[in-house]
């Protein structure tokens, strides 16, 4: 069993448990947190990775990260290990409220030893979770990117504060799936309170947070992100993520995060 914290994090499941996999039937979903059905991150959302491609895989989407980033982008479409250092840097948030930034992130690192490969995260359930070892679920899923929160810059205002107060050492898990979908996960220990308080922070406005509770508690959560690549001859960013809600009913974009070197 691995002694690496983060990689224990990273996989989103804790216990050394027997978990059951109930192939072919419909598994239900619990409130932004991973049920003992599933195999920790991995497959939280293995049946959901075609309606979430279609989602936000679109020329619309696509304009928003644009206009709010002022580059021509494209989807990254294969995340390979020769692409994964396009991923690491300094992600600088850009969000627009009505008195500036919506999001209480104003920027986060993330480094080489924050990235966890799905290969090690399968190695880690197999041992601490009873995972089988053939297990195929969660065959999307190629990166675990753990955000520790001495690694983020927080906004000023009320939102910020609280979120800064509430998260542990670690902000969010992003599981990256190798058509570039990203999931954005909390620590599996958090209680209901610092659910909530996710939930407000990550809405993009206040008719926002109720549609986005209903949504995750319908679908265990209700952000998604895409990776898209700078194709501005001149930018100097590596890589840009984009936010959005609500993936399943009326998808919005939230923020963009542009990585730097």
């Known amino acids: 069993m691995s002694t690496d914290p983060l990689l224990r994090i990273a996989a989103g499941a804790y216990n ?23 195999h920790g991150f991995l497959d939280i959302h293995e049946h959901d990775e075609l309606d979430m491609e279609k989602a936000v895989i679109s020329d619309q989407k696509k304009a928003k990260a644009e206009e709010l980033t002022e580059m021509d982008l494209v989807p990254v479409k294969d995340i390979s290990n020769d692409y994964i250092d396009n ?11 009505c008195c500036g930034p919506s999001y209480c992130v104003e920027s986060f690192n993330i480094s080489r030893s924050d990235v966890k490969f799905a290969g090690d995260v399968k190695e ?10 053939q ?11 753990v955000i520790l929160k001495k690694n983020a810059v927080f906004n000023k ?33 958090s209680g209901m309170f610092v659910k909530i308080c996710y939930a407000w922070a990550d809405s993009e406005s206040t ?14 959560c209700f952000c998604l992100g895409v990776f898209y690549a700078p194709q501005n001859a001149n930018a100097a960013a590596k890589s840009v993520l984009m936010r959005f809600n609500r993936w399943k009913t009326d998808v ?7 990585c730097s070197a």
């Open 207 to 220: 008719i926002g947070f109720f549609k986005n509770i209903r949504h995750a508690m319908t679908n265990g």
């Open 157 to 189: 205002g009320f939102t910020a504060w609280l979120i800064k107060k509430v998260a542990g050492d670690v902000v969010y898990v992003f599981t990256v799936s190798k058509n570039g979908i990203v999931r954005f996960h909390i620590p599996q220990e």
């Open 135 to 145: 297990h195929h679920l969660g065959d999307e899923v190629v990166l675990h990117m």
């Open 16 to 38: 050394k448990r027997t978990i059951k996999n109930k192939s072919g039937i419909e598994r239900s979903k619990t409130f932004m947190h991973v049920s003992d059905q599933f």
């Open 87 to 97: 991923l690491l840097g300094t992600y600088t948030t850009l969000s627009n409220g």
């Open 124 to 133: 880690h359930l197999v041992s601490c979770c009873n995972m089988p070892a």
């Open 252 to 258: 919005v974009p939230y923020w963009a995060g542009i």
